[in-house]
């Protein structure tokens, strides 16, 4: 129950200021620094003690005060507690905070970043865990004692973000930790300005100009403390924003005016339990506890004075034993300076245009009731090493926190401190860059960035550096020097990455035409559905749309190229080349290997179903010489689904090496020009294929030799091989039965794929579910595989090879 004459006390909460230099600076360490990693980093923020501004409205009523002219009326308030992270949040404190010229009323905070690597896996962070573990960190530094040497751990932060560096836009939710108690300390009266707190009572004529005296011998005395402390710590970062006032108390009538910087002195927060014993045993000197306080706020204190008050009432709880509650003293320590809204600049609080330090502005007072509390005092800390020294952080470097080993105290409440929207929920934040980075900033990062990805994972040890510093001269600039350069460079100019960039299918139609002027070219932007990929009721009409679009794209052409990212995007071309009876070049790309193929063409009547206005091909009524050659998935023992969520950004990206696309790229046009060359067109059968059935294939007319079915080259050892490969019956794009679910169904079928669900039973009993998988029955053939793999009896000791003697084989 609250005592008489005692009010809840309410704390302004953080609001953060993420500066475009800290996502800069964050995307450089990601790429060059962290990597995959999403370990913990230590970064640190910064606030500005609070502050006041003046507003001036116009009204028809008479002037609010001597200084404002007649129909104005002024008025302050107050600016937000405010958290600024910049580029140097990742450095060391000690090289990054120099002493200002207001020293001490920059404060830094010490925080934990944790980057994840994909937007699944921000979501998907424990909040509750991160919080609780920071909350675990805080209590065992209170517990141990470390708050006291060390009290800038009483106000820690911690920062959840994904950094998507092919857009450029950043999401991030911050936490300020404070462990709530459960007899919380209350306010005293009312929250007072400083210099009437300190007025001299027996004087009330002169109270204001003898307190406002020493108010700025407070401060005098505190910006000594400062730069002390600054030649101790070496930098502003580390200097306490906590400490400790002592005041000699004047006796009343007898006070000169002279010896005002005589009353106040500053100690460092460790002092408080030896100066609280020494002024309780004195009645001629006055402790309190001060901070800087980022509020601005005329009734409220900022949010770093929670886990202060939690330190205080924990050591009075242990060394007041008996005593209900203990009363203390505190002081917000903030700007003196009024700011003015239309100057943007320090603006007067009186007249004369000086800029002036009002009495009320820059100091509050607070009396604060630390009730006692038992179990603190018989509370026995947890064992566990102390928080590693802030100063020795350097980039890249996180503070271990401790995992939750120990019981939470049944007397604290769980940490709060999530930062809320304007409008009071608790949510993510992000930021779009893209449109605000310098266009040309933009594009040599672009560039940069599928090369630095190889660092990631698949080429650790590759120099970019090496590659970077060459000059390159190009002698030459007929056939093989303008498809050299053309290689070293892409199909795009920058002036297409400026003003939110074009769509790359329609630059590259307009670049084609400045090649060759007579060049038919059309871009279309379109999304192709992919299997996995579910599309949801609200979808549907897009969808089809763009499957309208697509198809008939399909049936106007002659020859697909498949050039896509992702292997499940290239599942419908196949599928709708085949039905369609199109040829259809595909080509894949590795970190140093890539796959060019062409696909097989079904000899007439073999599939039980075809579009019927489909083309047959060249040479429809020639002898077909083999089998049908497979397709890109015939190979595939499982049904292509979702491989672009929950990927990390190097695995989203096509991570190659530069020579691969123009290698690939060429061979594919190559294998164009042999098939329709060839007298059989794409019905051509493999140079392997056609030695391997003991037949000759005609050569007659096919003057550039039998198109290959599949290319395989690598780069490591510079090797190529030719491979063949036959029609799978159980093929999820091109077998019969997929054919002719999609000629039965057509677009029916096509949601079943993308959302992997079947209307014939109840597929709950399924785990991970595959339409495709169990439509062909691949399915059914791995269930069969694992059954005979648990037939299987290994039993020990009954292998022959251990009854083999090696010996008795030799000479």
């Not at 003690?49 to 116009?58: D, H, L």
């Not at 001060?290 to 060394?319: E, K, M, T």
């Not at 795009?492 to 769509?503: A, I």
Request: net charge negative; charged share 20%; with cysteine.
């Amino acid at each position: 129950m609250a005592n008489p004459g005692t009010f809840p006390l309410q704390f302004e909460p953080y609001l953060t200021n993420v500066d475009v230099s800290f996502w800069q600076r964050l995307t450089e360490l990601k790429l060059d620094v962290y990597k995959l990693s999403d370990a913990a980093v230590s970064v640190h923020g910064a606030y500005q003690a609070g502050r006041q501004f003046s507003t001036t409205t116009q009204t028809t009523a008479p002037a609010s005060s001597e200084t404002s002219p007649p129909g104005e009326r002024s008025s302050l308030r107050a600016l937000p507690s405010t958290i600024r992270l910049s580029a140097d949040a990742f450095d060391s404190p000690t090289t990054s905070a120099p002493l200002s010229g207001n020293p001490g009323l920059t404060v830094s905070l010490m925080g934990q970043l944790y980057n994840a690597n994909t937007i699944e896996d921000f979501v998907a962070m424990n909040r509750a865990a991160r919080l609780q573990q920071a909350g675990n960190r805080l209590w065992l530094d209170i517990t141990q004692g470390q708050c006291w040497t060390r009290p800038q751990l009483l106000n820690p932060f911690v920062m959840l973000s994904f950094a998507d560096l092919k857009k450029y836009r950043y999401y991030y939710r911050c936490a300020f930790p404070a462990i709530p108690s459960r007899a919380p300390p209350t306010l005293v009266g009312s929250v007072v300005p400083l210099a009437r707190a300190w007025a001299d009572p027996a004087d009330a004529k002169n109270d204001g100009e003898a307190g406002t005296r020493r108010v700025q011998a407070l401060r005098l005395a505190y910006a000594t403390y400062v730069r002390q402390a600054y030649e101790s710590e070496g930098s502003a970062a580390l200097v306490s924003p906590y400490f400790v006032i002592i005041r000699n108390k004047v006796v009343a009538g007898v006070e000169d005016p002279a010896s005002a910087e005589h009353e106040v002195s500053i100690h460092p927060l460790a002092d408080y339990p030896e100066l609280s014993q020494a002024c309780a045993a004195s009645s001629g000197r006055e402790l309190t506890v001060g901070f800087i306080d980022p509020c601005g706020l005329a009734a409220n204190p900022g949010w770093p004075l929670r886990n202060l008050l939690l330190l205080l009432q924990y050591h009075h709880s242990r060394v007041a034993v008996g005593t209900e509650a203990t009363t203390i003293r505190v002081v917000s320590l903030r700007d003196s300076t009024i700011w003015g809204q239309n100057r943007g600049a320090p603006a007067t609080a009186t007249a004369g245009g000086q800029d002036a330090p009002t009495p009320d502005a820059g100091a509050l007072h607070l009396t604060v009731l630390l009730p006692s509390v038992s179990e603190m005092a018989a509370y026995q800390p947890p064992v566990a090493s102390p928080s590693p020294d802030v100063a020795a952080s350097t980039p890249g470097s996180g503070l271990s926190l401790p995992a939750a080993a120990f019981d939470w105290p049944a007397f604290l409440g769980k940490p709060v401190g999530w930062e809320r929207h304007p409008e009071g929920k608790t949510g993510p934040r992000a930021i779009d860059l893209a449109a605000a980075m310098d266009p040309t900033h933009l594009a040599t990062t672009a560039m940069e960035l599928n090369l630095k990805l190889m660092k990631w994972r698949v080429a650790p040890d590759l120099n970019l550096a090496v590659v970077q510093r060459q000059r390159c001269l190009l002698l030459g600039a007929g056939t093989l020097g303008t498809y050299v350069a053309r290689a070293l460079l892409p199909l795009y100019q920058f002036s297409d990455c400026l003003n939110g960039g074009k769509w790359k299918a329609k630059s590259a139609a307009e670049q084609l035409k400045g090649v060759y002027p007579h060049a038919v070219t059309q871009g279309h932007v379109l999304t192709i559905p992919m299997p996995g990929h579910a599309v949801g009721d609200d979808q549907r009409t897009a969808v089809e749309k763009d499957l309208a679009t697509l198809e008939a794209l399909v049936r106007s052409h002659d020859v697909l190229f498949l050039l896509t990212d992702s292997r499940e995007a290239r599942w419908l071309p196949t599928l709708w080349g085949a039905y369609h009876g199109k040829t259809v070049i595909n080509a894949a790309l590795g970190f140093d290997g890539y796959l060019v193929m062409r696909h097989g063409y079904a000899p007439c009547g073999t599939h039980a179903v075809r579009d019927p206005s489909s083309s047959p091909g060249p040479d429809a009524g020639s002898a077909d010489l083999s089998p049908q050659l497979g397709c890109y998935f015939c190979n595939d023992v499982v049904a292509p689904t979702d491989s672009l969520s929950d990927r990390t950004l190097d695995q989203q990206c096509t991570v190659t090496r530069p020579g691969l696309a123009p290698l690939a790229s060429a061979l594919a046009v190559e294998l164009l020009v042999t098939i329709l060359q060839h007298p059989l067109g794409v019905r051509a059968p493999a140079p392997a294929a056609a030695a391997a059935s003991n037949q000759t294939a005609p050569t007659s007319g096919a003057w550039m030799g039998d198109p290959p079915h599949q290319i395989r080259g690598f780069l490591t050892g510079f090797q190529q091989q030719q491979v063949v490969g036959q029609a799978y019956d159980k093929c999820t794009a091109c077998s019969d039965t997929v054919l002719g679910a999609y000629h039965t169904d057509k677009y029916e079928f096509l949601w079943k794929v993308f959302n992997n669900y079947r209307t014939d039973g109840d597929a709950g009993d399924i785990i991970e579910y595959s339409y495709l998988e169990a439509l062909t029955g691949l399915r059914e053939l791995k269930l069969q595989t694992e059954g005979l793999l648990a037939d299987l009896d290994w039993g020990e000791g009954d292998d022959e090879l251990d009854n083999i003697s090696f010996e008795d084989n030799i000479g």
